[in-house]
């Protein structure tokens, strides 16, 4: 298994600053996930963080808005960048190891752009 | 591309009562999916998952669910359910050969909500 633990696990913060979460993992992992689930909704994929290299967004998301950093293969960095209160949601690291496709979930940092 | 339908946004139902629910994906490829569970407050979990083999998969808080791959479809059962049943289930899907795209496609979400 994997043990991820997510800074923070919450926060209150004023609009148009940015707040940087960070994901620790247990072990080395092949592929780490950022989601965001805004409130009442499901979970969307915002990047995959690439160890060593840029990381992948979906559509929707940009880099200048949800930058990302993966210096090594247990941890990652998404920074939520001139808030808004739409960017309250939850958002979600996780991990996959590669072939047998093991998921695991961090418990989620929640945020509130007042 | 693929997707993701739960077709009930929410489940009521009684203790001690079976309960499905449902999920269907559409995907031009193979793939593997999963069932995750989100407690009141609480982190999302992943409560079971398919991704070769065997059809009926189970976890080991009862339930259980099954691929049929000519229905496109993954749908949760349990024969009984108890009040700590109560949560929000989510189907999702990995893409790819072994699964190995790594990233999750999530439905929009199942309450299930167990009444004394």
């Known amino acids: 298994s994997a043990v991820i633990s997510q800074k923070p696990s919450r926060d209150i913060c004023q609009r148009g600053t940015s707040l940087t979460i960070q994901c620790q993992v247990d072990?080395?992992?092949?592929?780490m996930f950022w989601y965001r689930q805004q409130p009442g909704q499901s979970l969307t994929l915002i990047a995959t963080?690439?160890?060593?290299?840029?990381?992948?967004?979906e559509s929707g998301f940009v880099i200048d808005k949800f930058p990302i950093s993966r210096p090594n293969l247990t941890f990652s960095t998404l920074t939520v960048s001139n808030m808004s209160p739409e960017d309250s949601s939850i958002y979600l690291c996780?991990?996959?190891?590669?072939?047998?496709?093991?998921?695991?979930f961090g418990p989620g940092t929640r945020l509130t752009v007042l | 591309a693929q997707s993701v339908t739960q077709l009930d946004s929410q489940v009521p139902v009684f203790e001690e009562a079976p309960v499905e629910l449902r999920c269907n994906y559409s995907s031009s490829v193979s793939v593997c999916l999963f069932w995750c569970v989100q407690c009141p407050n609480q982190g999302l979990q992943l409560l079971l998952k398919?991704?070769?083999?065997?059809?009926l998969v189970e976890s080991i808080n009862g339930f259980e669910a099954e691929f049929n791959k000519s229905q496109t479809s993954f749908h949760l059962r349990k024969p009984s359910v108890h009040i700590s049943d109560t949560a929000e289930y989510f189907c999702a899907v990995s893409e790819g050969y072994g699964g190995s795209q790594g990233n999750l496609i999530f439905g929009k979400g199942t309450k299930l909500s167990v009444k004394p």
């Open positions: 963080a690439n160890q060593g290299s840029e990381a992948t967004y």
């Open positions: 072990s080395q992992v092949t592929m």
């Open positions: 398919y991704l070769s083999g065997s059809t």
């Open positions: 996780s991990v996959a190891r590669n072939y047998y496709n093991e998921q695991f």
